[in-house]
């Protein structure tokens, strides 16, 4: 056997849970909660203890002995601005993400869960490229108003792993390409990878229109928009986080169901789709002049790049600048587990979270 290694994922109706002997899994779980089991909890954190006994009770159905297990990683919170990489679960982070969070969201719940669990067994417990890595270069931050600054907030745990499995795949290390990853998913965010860092970011805010985000939006619109009497910050965030993109033109996030009425011939759907994948390949160009164009490859990965359709309409757009690579799928388990993995062999090292006392 190998390093046994139980994986959590926290999510706002699920706990995803795997665990894995070195790169193989054994079991990969989402428990799934029923939306009046967590009305009874007013607060996020009085979930963990309801949380912590599906776990155990997932882990006895695989019949997977708890001292089996060498190592623990989650899902990394909303902790301030981070590294990429890991970092062990200490008192400061679960302090941090108990009672100082950069917001609330069920994801915080990973490193306390995974601590809980490690110091029963006597393990050490890590996060793994947490929401909230942010390694833009100083010229990267600067906007148009000094009150605001660009952050490298993303999906960074996928676009992070994409990249090093391409790496692997080419057989050259990670710290010597230059990459673009595009995650495609509910949101859409790209990242440019160079010298091991992602040094600029374009988030799910500023950029492509997706399945549920409305993207980036001409800025003197959104303006009349939020200031009108029908709008306040709560409405106009879930329109523009849950009912824009695809959804606001459609009604449905199923990018399955867009591709079929295409091909029944809806041309409203067919503008819409590739106007998307327009979005993408310009936001793309955007990335590749920071490093003059000089890419080793773009990658595709996340949900939807398992659409040859989309993919196959961005590529011709873009190839011209570098070679492009499929990688489909979210991959956040197995992105976490070889991850820690990486850290426990000694290929990587990991951080130390010092809690923000501000």
Known sequence: MGTRI??????????????????????????????????????ILEQLPMRINTIFSALVTHDIDLKSINVIVARGGLLPPVKSGAYKVNEDMVYQLKYQPQNEHASNLGAIIADSISQDLGIDAYVYDPVTVDELEPIARITGLPEMERKGMGHNLNMRASAIKYAERVGKPYKELSLIVVHLGGGITLSLHKCGRMIDMISDDEGPFSPERAGGLPVFQVIKMATSPEYDYKKMMKKVRRYGGLNAYFGTTDAKEIESRIVNGDDKAALIYEALAHNVAKNIGKLAVVVSGKLDAIILTGGIAYSSMLTGWIKERVEFIAPVVMLPGENEMEALALGVLRVVKGVELSHVFVRDNV
């Open 6 to 43: 139980l994986v959590i994922n926290p999510g706002s109706i699920s706990t995803k849970i795997a665990v894995y002997d070195d790169t193989e899994p054994l079991f990969v779980e989402s428990i799934e909660y029923k939306k009046e089991e967590l009305s009874k909890y007013a607060e």
